[in-house]
Antibody
Framework: EVRLVQSGGGLVQPGGSLRLSCAAS????????MIWVRQAPGKGLEWVAN????????TYVDSLKGRFTISRDNAKNSLYLQMNSLRADDTAVYYC???????????WGQGTPVTVSS | EIVMTQSPDTLSVAPGERATLSCRAS??????LAWYQQKPGQAPRLLVY???TRATDIPARFSGSGSGTEFTLTISSLQSEDFALYYC?????????FGQGTKVEIK
């Protein structure tokens, strides 16, 4: 069974940092590209960043470049999102997901809430 | 970026009836389109990819069609578990973008 189990969310002050983790199991993690997607409260879905199978290619939505860093450790079957200089509008539930083909997302983590507030 | 617009925002359907959800792209996305279902407090679930291919374990009552800029998700006979929020997503051009969602509610 494919599983993506997330951890690391929480409450952080504006300007602070947080690292999200996504532990994968039930499939060959190193064979799949991985994605982070977020959903602000009561809003729709927004693609955040993605990384290819070996970590050599990473892409970010323009508005987040320089503040967020996606990474992975294939030996640990884990995906990460380092978030720096957090702002109130980064408040959202963050999901990790597995990529399928050109960009469909066939398995998702349970989501981890991030709240940026003083 | 490509803007995805879904209609209607809310669809009221009786159990057992057919539901037809629409998704329009601001430019052609070929067949690089996916549909997701999301229930409150849950992660989205992939229903259809490549515009018309059902994902693993998705019931046959869900079907997708379309190409270019116009797409449809049809639920042939709504079951109680199908009342949820539905999103389309294009993965033709960076960045991948989602529609605003269509809520399917009980009539």
């Amino acid at each position: 069974e494919v599983r993506l189990v997330q951890s690391g969310g929480g409450l952080v002050q504006p300007g602070g940092s947080l690292r999200l983790s996504c532990a994968a199991s039930g499939f060959t993690f190193r064979s799949h590209w991985m994605i982070w997607v977020r959903q602000a409260p009561g809003k729709g879905l927004e693609w955040v960043a993605n990384m290819d199978q070996d970590g050599s290619d990473k892409t970010y939505v323009d508005s987040l470049k320089g503040r967020f860093t996606i990474s992975r450790d294939n030996a640990k079957n884990s995906l990460y999102l380092q978030m720096n200089s957090l702002r109130a509008d980064d408040t959202a539930v963050y999901y990790c997901a597995r990529g399928l083909g050109r960009g469909s997302l066939d398995f998702w983590g349970q989501g981890t809430p991030v709240t940026v507030s003083s | 970026e490509i803007v995805m617009t879904q209609s209607p925002d809310t669809l009221s359907v009786a159990p057992g009836e057919r539901a037809t959800l629409s998704c329009r792209a601001s430019q052609s996305v070929s067949t690089n389109l996916a549909w997701y279902q999301q229930k409150p407090g849950q992660a989205p679930r992939l229903l259809v990819y490549d515009a018309s291919t059902r994902a693993t374990d998705i019931p046959a009552r869900f079907s997708g069609s379309g190409s270019g800029t116009e797409f449809t998700l049809t639920i042939s006979s709504l079951q109680s578990e199908d009342f949820a929020l539905y999103y389309c997503q294009q993965c033709h051009k960076w960045p991948p973008t989602f529609g605003q969602g269509t809520k399917v509610e009980i009539k």
